[in-house]
């Protein structure tokens, strides 16, 4: 099978042999790394305006916050490197915390037996990320097999993900997740409270997983289809790509990594509330616009998005630590993205008239 070249060509590869670095390749470089540059200046910038902004125990505060952004932006990015998008991976976060809660407080209650089975903490974890895999699943199938606009679909699971999450216990609380002895469920505290080497758990997932998804987008077949469908979805299809198929994948690892979220939150606060994630969406949309991928499709990757969710961190906790008001912090937040989104349709342009002068050249 052939995979077709993207509709976003890069134009490096049509960069002939011997030709001179321009005042244009320099441009072009600083836009491809300006998620960044924009994270060294905050750094910067708060580490002077800010007293004891630079020290280990804020950057593990900065780091815990990030990890949350980073991990709902890699599932983001693959469903926006398509060309969809997805609105709902906040409910899916506090309906799975809501469901480790239940399973963890309440256990299962057993068909045609009174009794009531507590599965254990590994199993209660396999159980929630199968919940946020099942939704994103559906959010594929509605748009793929429905032919389902992927803001209305993903709209509508929003709303239902949070009804459901309200609905497993009646829009209380699951506190004190702490498990029993007497039981085996005990340790989900870990998760969120735990280290290793010094650096908390959630940091490392988010270290591990952008890894793997930065392997999976950049060197394996379903990642070349990822940015094919993302480039043009129909010269995909004509080239045999099953376009319903890696559309409903990523959708489903939109999902998962929800429900990673989710339980990580959950076992931070030792407490599931089915409000958890409330406009966690937003954040994650940033990071990855922040981070270069294209809302259009095609064009971007996972790192880049790691980086945007650092700059929204650190961007964060630096406006909360000089003392900025809540109100102005989401005005500056909303004024950068904004201007994300700006540079990144410059840069879109940037590489077309690239791609045709080199074009020219080569004739």
């Known amino acids: 099978m052939t995979t077709p070249t993207s509709a976003h060509a890069d134009p490096a590869v049509l960069t002939p042999p011997g030709r001179k670095f321009t005042r244009t390749d320099v441009q072009e470089l600083l836009l491809k790394a300006r998620a960044f540059i924009v994270l060294i200046v905050v750094v910067v910038v708060f580490s002077i305006i800010v007293p004891n902004f630079v020290n280990a125990a804020n950057f593990e505060i900065i780091g815990k916050h990030v990890a949350i952004n980073a991990i709902l932006g890699i599932g983001m990015t693959f469903v926006i490197l398509t060309g969809g998008i997805d609105l709902s991976v906040g409910s899916i976060v506090g309906f799975t915390a809501m469901v480790a809660g239940m399973l963890i407080n309440e256990g299962i209650a057993l068909p045609f037996s009174s009794s009531v089975a507590y599965p254990s903490i590994w199993l209660v974890i396999v159980l929630s990320l199968a919940a946020g895999s099942l939704m994103g699943a559906v959010n594929g199938l509605l748009i793929t097999r429905l032919n389902v606009a992927p803001f209305i679909a993903t709209l509508g699971m929003l709303y239902m993900a949070r009804g459901l999450a309200l609905l497993i216990n009646d829009g209380n609380t699951f506190p004190n997740l702490v498990g029993r002895p007497e039981l085996g469920n005990e340790g989900f505290a870990e998760l969120g409270s735990g280290e290793l080497l010094g650096i908390n758990w959630s940091i490392w997932i988010m270290v591990v997983l952008g890894l793997l998804a930065a392997f999976v987008a950049t060197r394996t077949p379903f990642g070349k289809r990822v940015f094919a469908i993302g480039g043009n979805e129909r010269v995909a299809e004509l080239s045999g790509i099953k376009v319903k198929r890696v559309k409903t994948s990523v959708y489903m690892i939109s999902g998962f990594c929800s429900a990673i979220v989710g339980l990580i939150v959950a076992s931070q606060l030792v407490a599931a509330h089915p409000a958890t994630g409330q406009f966690f969406e937003l954040n994650a949309i940033a990071a990855v616009v922040l981070g270069g991928t294209a ?58 008239r690239l791609a045709l002068q080199r074009q020219q050249e080569l004739a």
């Open 295 to 352: 809302l259009a499709g095609g064009r971007g990757g996972v790192l880049g998005t790691v980086i945007g969710a650092f700059v929204i961190g650190v961007l964060g906790d630096g406006l909360i630590m000089k003392g900025v008001s809540s109100f102005w912090q989401q005005v500056i937040k909303g004024l950068v993205i904004v201007l994300a989104v700006v540079i990144d349709q410059a840069q879109a342009r940037m590489q077309e």
